[in-house]
T-cell receptor, first 108, second 113 residues
């Protein structure tokens, strides 16, 4: 089967760092995406990993280990506006599979 | 520049009816993908079109069909609507294909009664 697993919910404090994990088991792999989705809105692109290692973009970083089928999204200096769902998606042969998303709540 | 646009915003249909959803990609984008998102779940891939040809298809029944026009806009058609088709339908465009950064439209909220 093909599975993409993420924690359902996470809570963190404003100003802190949070790591959202994603594990995947898919028949193939061409790349992994992270998207942010605020309630009632469309997803917006955060990052894309195709090779192993860490990709940094401002307060957001994403890591990939293809051998372990594992990725994480790291959010630093959390802000209240970071409260949203974070979606992990694996791309393979013109097929994009999303996880169910992790709902992050940032508290003051 | 305008982003991805979708119409209509909301739609209410009855079981057994047919529906057509429309999407206009960002100018210069040649690929359009369609997704179904049920509340509390991630988007599920339905179709991908690139240069007016179907390049990918998710695990959806034949009641779902789509096409892409010469101006790269796209339609998603769903026949014989079921209650379970109630969802947010998202369209995403990209320059080349699903494996590139995608820009999502605001979605069409379909309710089947």
């Amino acid at each position: 089967g093909q599975n993409i697993d993420q924690p359902t919910e996470m809570t963190a404090t404003e100003g802190a760092i949070v790591q959202i994990n994603c594990t995947y088991q898919t028949s193939g792999f061409n790349g992994l995406f992270w998207y942010q989705q605020h309630a009632g809105e469309a997803p917006t692109f955060l990052s894309y990993n195709v090779l192993d290692g860490l990709e940094e973009k401002g307060r957001f970083s994403s890591f990939l280990s293809r051998s372990k089928g594992y990725s994480y999204l790291l959010l630093k200096e959390l802000q209240m506006k970071d409260s949203a769902s974070y979606l992990c998606a694996v791309y393979n042969n013109n097929d994009m599979r999303f996880g169910a998303g992790t709902r992050l709540t940032v508290k003051p | 520049d305008a982003g991805v646009t979708q119409s209509p915003t909301h739609l209410i249909k009855t079981r057994g009816q047919h529906v057509t959803l429309r999407c206009s990609p960002i100018s210069g984008h040649k690929s359009v993908s369609w997704y179904q998102q049920v509340l509390g779940q991630g988007p599920q891939f339905i179709f991908q079109y690139y240069e007016k040809e179907e390049r990918g298809r998710g695990n959806f029944p034949d009641r779902f069909s789509a096409r892409q026009f010469p101006n790269y806009s796209s339609e998603l058609n769903v026949n014989a609507l079921l209650l379970g088709d109630s969802a947010l339908y998202l369209c995403a465009s990209s320059t080349m294909g699903t494996g590139n950064e995608q820009y999502f439209g605001p979605g069409t909220r379909l309710t089947v009664t």
